[in-house]
Every structure is written in structure tokens, then in C-alpha cells.
T-cell receptor, first 116, second 113 residues
Framework: AQKITQTQPGMFVQEKEAVTLDCTYD???????LFWYKQPSSGEMIFLIY??????QNATEGRYSLNFQKARKSANLVISASQLGDSAMYFC?????????????FGRGTSLIVHP | DAGITQSPRYKITETGRQVTLMCHQT?????MFWYRQDLGHGLRLIYY???????DKGEVPDGYVVSRSKTENFPLTLESATRSQTSVYFC????????????FGEGSRLTVL
């Protein structure tokens, strides 16, 4: 069963505007971690932000913030003041407990295009 | 240099041949992972390892073999490559079991003809 759902295959945003990329997850664990990664066209995976399930405040890293709504099981990524360089694939991920380890499981990704 | 490196970066092979993708990390992270990335599927876990000599299957293990005799190396072998294994393969490592960032290699693009 899919544990991470990203419902937006593609998103478009105007430069300098904010954009929200959706991510919902499914777990019965109390302790888990949520991540967002960026993959530009060059192919490398770039870590953006992390949110622990017990963290009371939403994680922020520069222009990136994670809108964590535990009851709704959502972990949306908000990018403020979009830049052309933000055009990329974005992956939401969660560590899922399996066989004694917490295994990182990824969503299918959202392609973001930033227009000038 | 410190980090996680994959080799080869690009490989073209033929159906039925054996291929090994190498992964080496310099941090002594306990956890290592192999993912494949295909359009529309995101990253799917092939195998992972919690420590040297401890490996386990992920979501899509069929057709792949791994080993981990040393903490720093986690090779992935396709024993008899098939066209469906044409993909981009990512190796990753992690220091902790529950939280903490995954560190990715640059990826290996494999084409099976």
C-alpha cells in the first residue's frame, strides 16, 4: 500500500509567488519523520527540509517551510518567493517502520515549473 | 573526498548480461539503500542494509542481488539484466534508523538493450 501520496503531478507558479506542494501520508506509528527532496534536471537529490512527528513547530529552512498537520496526516511543502531555479521535481518521503528499521519511502513526485 | 559515490554513472548493457553498480560512502553510516527511479513511479526501494552483512528486501527486489561485506560499500548486481531494469539507480546512506537525512549518490543511469 502506498504510504506517501503526492496528488499533483505538475504545478506551475509565477516567479516571486508562493507555492504549496501537497503530501499526505499513512502510518499508524507515533514516531516518524517526514522529508522533502528536490531533484533538478541535472538529476541529483537535494535534501530540503525535515519534520519529526513530535516536533511542535513547523520546520522551516530559508524559503522552504513544511506545513505539518498531524491530524490530517499531511506534510505540505511551501516555497515562498519562487525563483526560476526552483523548477524541479519535488519528492515527499517518510520513514516507514518495517522489519525493525525505519525505511525511507517516497511519493511519486511533483514537477514544479516556475514561470518568469 | 567525503561523501557517497556511485559507479559507473552511465552503463549500457545487453539483455542477459550481469551488471554491478557500485556504491561507496565515506561517513561510516550504518544504513544504506538502493532505489530505482522510473517516470511515474518516483523512487522505489530495491534493497537496504542496516549494517555490514545485514541486508533486506525492499519494494522491488526481484532480479537484483546485494551484498555488504564492508560498511562503506553496498554493490547492487543485476544477475541477468532485462529491459525492464532500464532505470536510474540511486544509492543512499543514513546515519540513524528513525530520523535524519538520507544522503544520495549522483545516480547511475542503466540502459538494457
Amino acid at each position: 500500500a502506498q504510504k506517501i501520496t503526492q496528488t499533483q503531478p505538475g504545478m506551475f507558479v509565477q516567479e516571486k509567488e508562493a507555492v504549496t506542494l501537497d503530501c499526505t501520508y499513512d502510518t499508524s506509528d507515533q514516531s516518524y519523520g517526514l522529508f522533502w527532496y528536490k531533484q533538478p534536471s541535472s538529476g541529483e537529490m537535494i535534501f530540503l527540509i525535515y519534520q519529526g512527528s513530535y516536533d511542535e513547530q513547523n520546520a522551516t529552512e530559508g524559503r522552504y517551510s513544511l506545513n505539518f498537520q498531524k491530524a490530517r496526516k499531511s506534510a505540505n511543502l511551501v516555497i515562498s518567493a519562487s525563483q526560476l531555479g526552483d523548477s524541479a521535481m519535488y519528492f515527499c518521503a517518510m520513514r516507514v517502520y518495517s522489519g525493525g528499521s525505519y525505511i525511507p519511502t517516497f511519493g511519486r513526485g511533483t514537477s514544479l515549473i516556475v514561470h518568469p | 573526498d567525503a561523501g557517497i559515490t556511485q559507479s559507473p554513472r552511465y552503463k549500457i548493457t545487453e539483455t542477459g548480461r550481469q551488471v554491478t553498480l557500485m556504491c561507496h560512502q565515506t561517513w561510516s553510516h550504518s544504513y544504506m539503500f538502493w532505489y530505482r527511479q522510473d517516470l511515474g513511479h518516483g523512487l522505489r526501494l530495491i534493497y537496504y542494509s542496516a549494517a555490514a552483512d545485514i541486508t533486506d528486501k525492499g519494494e522491488v527486489p526481484d532480479g537484483y542481488v546485494v551484498s555488504r561485506s564492508k560498511t562503506e560499500n553496498f554493490p547492487l548486481t543485476l544477475e541477468s539484466a532485462t529491459r525492464s531494469q532500464t532505470s536510474v539507480y540511486f544509492c543512499a546512506s543514513s546515519e540513524t534508523v528513525n530520523t535524519g537525512e538520507l544522503f544520495f549518490g549522483e545516480g547511475s543511469r542503466l540502459t538494457v538493450l
